[in-house]
């Protein structure tokens, strides 16, 4: 049952930029029939994902449940479900919903599963800033995100491993940056491995410098690089299973191997980030349950934008000053923006600034109509518009700006389509390096099962 106090944590109100004390509720999801009965997920996060995709918080073995099937999110007011627009829908007491605030002893129905929710009557206190917060080049005016930098800046104060878990686009490297900075390494390099990139024939000399000998520097691994500072292991749940074993030896010896048989000692904190549910992972045997503990000594989720769009005018704000942009958002703009869910989280919302800023010259603000992705058409029928329907009769200048800003992501997106979302074949059909493909897909916020899934071929 959810516990009948609608509110989820109780805040003390200070003024601006002194500190508060919060606290903050673990509410828990249980498979009380179904397939999966008796799993269960305890969590303090705001969100949580329930479906068959791997990368859900309860990830459920059920065939009828769609691969992101509800997401439920804890607010002031309770508990919102909402379905993701699953095949077989949601339902509460035999009706189907879209979205519903849960009252206490509801059980919520996904195909052949049953749910039910409980909220602890034992709370954790918080200690976080009053009013707007940053940590690092993150910003925000919301409770939850005080809440990660309080957890972050203690975390930082401790030289320990951390797992940065969260959606894409979320600021899990800004994170680990300011966590770096905040802490006794400071002074020190700040590494970062993208694991997406990592393949096993260049793993030995890229992270451990195995070719080194005699001296030789040139043969240095990033371990070795980051000697007295930090490692940003990103999108650590991509690591080749092969070459997750010999990541754990060098994290509990401490050292790495050289080619004269002398092993090289290291000091250096280990940070990871993923947007997979590692957990599930681990359960399916594709991460190591040795190595998942070593690297989540201490764990922190970023919440997605959309479960916290008060952050959005100071978000905004912060990222046109580092875009040294003069634009002007107006609140019929913020309104916008906080209508929309961010699926790309704060990566889509800097990229739409980028856009604004770019085209603030013609006082067209039609930018905004890219926002959300175009409506996906039958099979077999034409779109509606084409990008020369789009621009014709725009300002030349403005004409230009808006096929600018958004040909990387339509082009990527239409190549991984017609490419059957094969790699080898894009890197042929573009004329790109591997690298250099996957680097681009990256800062567009395009992800191959995202993009998979909008053609129905996940599910």
Known sequence: MIDDRPEVTQTVQSPEGRSTRIQV??????????????????????????GSDVASDLVLSDQTVSRRHIELERTSKGIVLRDLG?????????????????????????????????????????????????????????????????????????????????????????AARAVHEHSR?????????????????KAERELFGGLRSNGDEGGKG???????????????GELPLSLQPKLLRVLESREVPSLDGAPVQVDVRVIASTHRNLEEDVRQGRFRADLYYRLAVARVRLPPLRTRREDIP???????????????????????????????????????????ALMQETGNVSWLDFM???????EGQQP????????????????????????????????????????????????????SLYRLLKKNGLRLKDLKNAEGLDK
Not at 321 to 349: H, I
Not at 390 to 412: C, I, N, Q, S, W
């Open 86 to 174: 699953s095949r077989n829908g949601t339902f509460l007491d035999g009706h189907q919903v879209m979205q519903a605030l849960l009252q206490p002893g509801d059980k919520v129905t996904l195909g052949k599963t049953k749910l039910a929710l409980k909220q602890e009557a034992r709370a954790t206190e918080v200690e976080v800033m009053g009013g707007a917060d940053a940590f690092g080049h993150l910003v925000a005016a919301s409770e939850k995100m005080r809440v990660v930098f309080a957890q972050l800046r203690g975390i930082a104060r401790e030289d320990m491993n951390l797992l940065l878990e969260g959606e894409t686009g979320t600021g899990k490297e800004l």
């Open 25 to 50: 509720r673990d509410w828990t999801v249980e498979v009380v029939a179904g397939p999966d009965k008796g799993k269960k997920v305890t969590t303090q996060d705001a969100l949580l994902r329930v």
């Open 314 to 356: 100071v978000l905004a704000q912060s990222l046109l000053r580092g875009l040294k942009s003069s634009f002007e958002l107006t609140p019929q703009t913020l309104a916008l923006f906080e209508g929309y869910d961010w699926p790309g989280n704060v990566r889509e919302l800097r990229n739409v600034l980028e856009r604004g």
């Open 384 to 435: 509606t518009t084409s990008v020369a329907a789009l621009v014709t009769g725009m300002p030349y200048h403005e004409a230009k700006d808006r096929v600018v800003a958004d040909f990387e992501r339509l082009y990527f997106a239409e190549v991984m389509r017609v490419s059957n979302f094969d790699m080898k074949t894009a890197e042929q059909h573009t004329g790109l390096s591997m690298q």
């Open 222 to 236: 990033v371990f070795e690089a980051a000697q007295g500072g930090t490692l940003f292991l990103d999108e650590v």
């Open 185 to 201: 390494r400071r002074h020190g390099p700040f590494k970062v491995v993208d694991c997406n990139l990592i393949t096993e024939e």
């Open 372 to 378: 959300a992705q175009p409506e996906r058409k039958e």
